[in-house]
């Protein structure tokens, strides 16, 4: 007898609680969290340390034959996942709005979201996980039991990240912050590739006036019926 799968999806796009939220929802169901952009931040820095021509196709394929990817737990609920690239931890080297930009460049690349979206299915094979990205509920589980689409207002999610970088002790200017989150989220949701938008059968929730614990309680509300 096999139990059906159960999948959780939160998309949205950047500094708009993902991270946070999925974590949260990940520790109340007893689910695996996985984060999508920690891989493409991997790749964005494994291409970057190999000065890769993006648009050099051949050069990318032959580059992605040679990345392995490994994601593992965080330490706590407040880090972010572990990364291990080709046996060396970038956990840390991976997380800065540089790098942010990076992997948004590299997810643009469809054999890059070919090769990922094949590891991110791997890992939902036997359910139990709560996905989140920018494409967890359109392409790569678009039969997940529940998806929810974040949005919030651009200024108040970089409000947010910059909250968030100088809580980590970093430097963070705000009109660069947000600068940044609106080229992100035009060059995610443009693609041709598996663009940033909401899956028909999401649900919708607005974050902009409402705190990390209210949207938490929204989306369990729905997954524990
Ligand atoms: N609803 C919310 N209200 C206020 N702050 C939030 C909310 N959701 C998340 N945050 C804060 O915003 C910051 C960015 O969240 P994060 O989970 O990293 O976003 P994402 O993964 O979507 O980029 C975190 O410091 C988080 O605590
Ligand atoms: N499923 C995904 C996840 C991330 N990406 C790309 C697009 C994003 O701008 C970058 C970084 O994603 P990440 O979720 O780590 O970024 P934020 O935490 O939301 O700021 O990767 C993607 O194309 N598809």
Redesign the pocket.
Known sequence: MSEKLIIVTI??????G??TVSKKVAAATGFTYL???????AV?LFFQEASVDLDNISQVREKLDMIEIELFPATDEDSDVGVRLCGEDVSEAIRTPEM??V??KV??IPVV?EV?TKI?REYGTRGRIVA?????GTV?FPLAAYKFFLDAEPRERAER?FRQLKARGEEADYQELLRMTIE?DN??RN?LV?P?KQADDAVLIDTTALDVEEVVKQILAIVNG
């Open positions: 998309d949205g796009p950047a500094g708009v993902k991270s984060d999508t952009g920690a891989m493409y931040r964005g942010a930009m992997a948004s997810s643009a979201r990922l991110q989140e990205g920018r494409d967890t790569v990240r992100r060059n995610d693609r598996a940033l």
